[in-house]
């Protein structure tokens, strides 16, 4: 049940992103709101179907109630991204925020956290992987902003005040911004496991359609900023960043499929009178 109801929500909202360069105007914009929700129903549906409330309400205290503070504080003295302001285009706002900020925040905290329990799992010493862990789920979210402020900023939907520093071929967004990322991912990552428990130490089967969302986001992205969304500065960048943590991501599972063919293969029955070399 959990593995059909998230497939189905993982289906609906790549269809919604696809339609995404297909769009302009106050239609882009609700297509914008309408997959940040579904993408945030997707993560927190997710994490209550497969591990309970108590990690969903985490991931909801963290990701959405922590990513609405920062973000207000941020609006408010320019500290930790730099000064900037939203637009009217997201939706209603509080204390200067559209409401569905936080929302996407939560969205891509779940995943790039399995992502990284997936790829810290098994050895090491228990610090060894916390830090690991944090490390990667940091990097695995924060990178994707090298993504998707590009692609706000490029719209309209929110800008900075001053853009002093900015990135090589990424115009109108200061570096401060990107550290500012680093900073509320790494505090957190760190706040999501004493506060979820020790059920979101593991993954599993039922993780399969968050991990294929991170791998979708990623590859996704590079494609629709290259090719679709005029922005090639930012799939360069966004392919580099999030690069540390899908990359790795990608090779684990399909060295899992290989382990899994090799020993169904070993495993396969041979019926008597068949030459099996033929």
């Not at 108590?54 to 609405?68: I, K, W």
Request: charged share 10%; glycine share 10%; proline share 7%.
């Amino acid at each position: 049940m959990t593995r059909r109801i998230s497939w189905t929500l993982l289906a609906v909202l790549v269809l919604a992103q696809i339609c995404y360069p297909l769009t302009t105007g106050a239609t882009r914009a609700g297509l914008t709101v309408a997959t940040v929700v579904l993408g945030w129903l997707l993560s927190v549906g997710h994490a209550l179907l497969s591990r309970g409330p108590r990690v969903a309400a985490a991931l909801v205290a963290v990701a959405t109630g922590g990513g609405f503070a920062i973000e207000a504080i941020g609006v408010a003295t320019g500290v930790p991204f730099g000064s900037y302001d939203y637009s009217g285009e997201l939706g209603p706002k509080l204390a200067g925020v559209p409401l569905i900020i936080p929302l996407a925040w939560t969205w891509m905290a779940w995943p790039a956290w399995l992502t990284a329990v997936r790829l810290t799992g098994g050895s090491g010493s228990p610090v060894g992987r916390w830090v690991g862990r944090i490390a990667l789920a940091t990097v695995g979210l924060a990178a994707w902003d090298l993504f998707l402020d590009p692609q706000m900023v490029a719209e309209g939907y929110w800008v900075w005040r001053d853009a002093t520093g900015a990135l090589p071929g990424l115009p109108g967004i200061p570096v401060s911004n990107y550290l500012g990322w680093l900073l509320f991912a790494v505090l957190m990552m760190s706040a999501l496991r004493p506060l979820a428990g020790p059920t979101a130490e593991h993954t599993d089967r039922r993780d399969h359609p968050m991990i294929a969302l991170y791998l979708w986001t990623y590859f996704s992205s590079i494609l629709a900023h290259a090719v679709f969304l005029d922005l090639p500065a930012s799939a360069l960048w966004g392919a580099a960043g999030m690069s540390v943590t899908a990359v790795p991501l990608a090779v684990a599972l399909l060295r899992a499929r290989r382990a899994r063919d090799s020993v169904r293969a070993n495993h396969q029955p041979h019926r008597p009178g068949v030459d099996a070399t033929r």
